[in-house]
C-alpha cells in the first residue's frame, strides 16, 4: 500500500520483467494508470507514465492529490497487454499547522 498526505507530490515506478526474469525491454512500451475510487470503475485521475529502462514510472504533483477526499484508491497501471499492476493508494487527510 502507498500512503500518502493530501497534496503530497511521489513517483510510483513497476519494473517488468520477462517471464524468465530477465528485464524486460519496454522500448516503443506505452501504458496508462488510472486512480480510481476503491471498487469504483470512475478514474479519478489518469496520467501517462514514462519508460525508464524496465520500469514505468508515474509520477504525481500536489495538484493530483490535494482535492483527492481522504480514504482507499486503487491504482491500475495498463499497458497494450493488459493490467501489470493493480495497488492501494491511501490518501492521508493535509494537517494545517495553526498559525
Do not use: C, H, W
Not at 511521489?10 to 522500448?27: A, W
Not at 486512480?35 to 479519478?44: E, P
Request: charged content about 20%.
Amino acid at each position: 500500500m502507498i500512503e500518502v498526505f493530501q497534496g503530497d507530490s511521489f513517483s510510483v515506478s513497476t519494473p517488468v520483467y520477462n517471464s524468465d526474469g530477465s528485464p524486460k525491454d519496454l522500448s516503443g512500451a506505452s501504458a496508462t494508470v488510472r486512480v480510481a475510487t476503491s471498487g469504483s470503475l470512475k478514474a479519478m485521475l489518469a496520467k501517462t507514465p514514462t519508460v525508464v529502462d524496465n520500469e514505468f514510472v508515474v509520477s504525481f504533483v500536489e495538484a493530483d492529490t490535494i482535492n483527492l477526499a481522504p480514504g482507499r484508491y486503487d491504482y491500475q497501471l495498463r499497458t497494450e497487454q493488459g493490467v501489470v499492476l493493480v495497488e492501494t493508494i491511501n490518501i492521508k487527510p493535509l494537517i494545517k499547522e495553526s498559525s
